[in-house]
């Protein structure tokens, strides 16, 4: 930070679902604002948006909008980022990025502030990458256990929430439910099949190994957050039709042997993640737990019955708060 | 069977939603029926029931009501299995139960008829047992790889459609839907939390190791079936808003080394189950593509990134057809 007063943020994708969860996220946590700019295209701007109780205008995002800005939020897609975060960089911002774009860029810092709040320290490029939001959530599970047991290997099925294709995907499953109850036709547009009352095994692109991007996020990722190179992680990313929280089930292999009430005791007293794992009495977490919440809620913990050293595992989180939006102001605020 | 005319079938749970399917089952199969009796609780004695072109009443199901009954298709629940089947058993009658009641019974068969047709022929109790329709949708896509290369081990996340909890869990579904649409509160009945937007990590009771029953029955009917006492499955099983497909994300270890397309090739002409695996021409199985149908899919068959002779794969199948009706209906056709 170049300066000691209370900083300039930009938001770039400021009129996106993630770009509004980060404008309500500075406004709840009370991020100390010298100033805020909101960006976005050419169409967006001239919008008018609350924060807090004042309204600020959208402007154009162009290479010179970072005039004076300290911390740029970065939550426009990653062909956005790419072209622009460099500039931003150049006069002087730091870059918070949520796209994929620099998260495996040596020189960049991928971060969890729970779990690696230090690698925000070395960032030669002046950039700051968020990681994807099913590893957050994942590794807010699984970096406390890791800590004490010592984590080999993740074995996960995602249940992903429509949000994670921001905006657009919310409205996509929104106007098929309308459609289906009316009883009207409708083609997808965002996803590649019908996402209302179906599932769909494909997040991202295939990669040739079978794989999509997203799955390999979760292995590359995670090794870089935790830095374990030799980390092992195998996932199939499923989106479902639920609006703004991702469920990840997980078989967790770890170095030591682990039982589940000193699993559950990693947890304790740890900011952001809570344990809600009573079976008897009807407790486990479930995506609308979380839904607007900061906190990830893990459950359902038990030894796996297939592999040593492991445990079957269950975790939710807000996928456009912790997953996105309050993991990057998160970062600005460790700045 | 005690006849070789065409034989006198009955549905006990007539009224239900797999009773329904079997009626569907018997009538598009052209099942030689020489009569079919449906039977069901006081409250519908009376109804009449569309088979093909023909109505039939539904009848009170009753301890007498099995005189002249060679075939007894039960889908009515554990408690009514176990009180009404060894007195259709007691007058003749073969009994195929869609219950949990019996499966784990040592003298009662448990058949997909794919995979163990031959168990039918060891009956001593007049019963066989329809297995739980996760287990048999998953055992459709892992007996033919078990078969070629040797099953050791099932790490599984499933996706599970409300035709699981029967007609009332589809109701229960729709009207949350419709009351969300219209602004409206709703109490969960069926399920402990609401389904519509979000997905449930129960599926059936918790037992003590933390697993719930249907997360055990993956493990002890799959091991009846293959007839592998040491086959280890860990499980967990997830109520997803779809109507009536489940889907199944599974790690599957061999003895063997396997590749993916040696695994694929493993379904070729195979009855019942189908491989649509192009992920580059973005063909994968979703739950919508079975519904309705008898074919269960398989798909994104890859080898896991963690574990050495294993694959990831996915499954999909209509829980009320291949789940339940259809494969008693076959069952029914083995005799």
């Keep these: 930070m170049p300066t000691t007063s209370a900083p300039h943020v930009a938001i770039v994708g400021a009129t996106g679902a993630v770009g509004e969860e980060m404008r309500a996220c500075l406004a709840e946590r009370r991020f100390p604002l010298g100033k805020l700019s909101l960006l976005a295209s050419a169409r967006s701007a001239g919008k008018r948006l609350a924060f807090g109780d004042a309204e600020v205008e959208v402007r154009e995002l162009t290479h010179d909008a970072f005039e004076g800005v300290d911390i740029a939020l970065f939550s426009a897609g990653g062909g956005i980022s790419k072209e622009f975060a460099p500039s931003a960089a150049a006069a002087g911002a730091t870059v918070i990025d949520n796209s994929s774009a620099f998260r495996m860029d040596e020189d960049v810092p991928l971060v969890v502030p729970e779990i690696n709040p230090e690698a925000v320290g070395d960032r030669p490029r002046g950039i700051i990458a968020n990681p994807n939001c ?73 990669t040739a190994n079978g794989y999509t991007k997203e799955e390999l996020k979760m292995l590359n990722e995670g090794r870089k957050i935790l830095g374990e190179p030799e980390l092992k992680v195998s996932c199939t990313c499923v989106r479902v039709p639920v609006y703004r929280s991702h469920a990840v089930s997980i078989t967790a292999v770890f170095g030591e042997d682990v039982d589940p009430a000193a699993a559950r005791a990693c947890y304790d007293g740890l900011p952001g993640i809570r344990v809600k794992d009573d079976p008897a009495g009807g407790e486990f977490p479930v995506p609308l737990d979380t839904t607007g919440k900061d906190d990830c809620l893990v459950g359902r913990i038990r030894r796996s019955l297939v592999l040593d050293r492991a445990l079957d595992l269950w975790v939710v989180g807000d996928q456009v708060r912790k997953g996105a939006a309050l993991n990057a102001v998160q970062i600005a605020e460790l700045l």
């Design 134 to 206: 099913t590893t957050i959530i994942s590794l807010m599970a699984l970096a406390p256990l890791h800590r004490r047991f010592g984590l080999r290997s993740v074995i996960a099925s995602s249940y992903q929430a429509v949000s994670g294709s921001g905006a657009q995907g919310i409205l996509e499953l929104e106007e098929q439910v309308a459609a289906i109850t009316a009883g009207r036709d409708f083609e997808p547009r965002v996803y590649p099949r019908q996402i209302a009352f179906n599932v769909i095994p494909q997040v991202d692109a295939f």
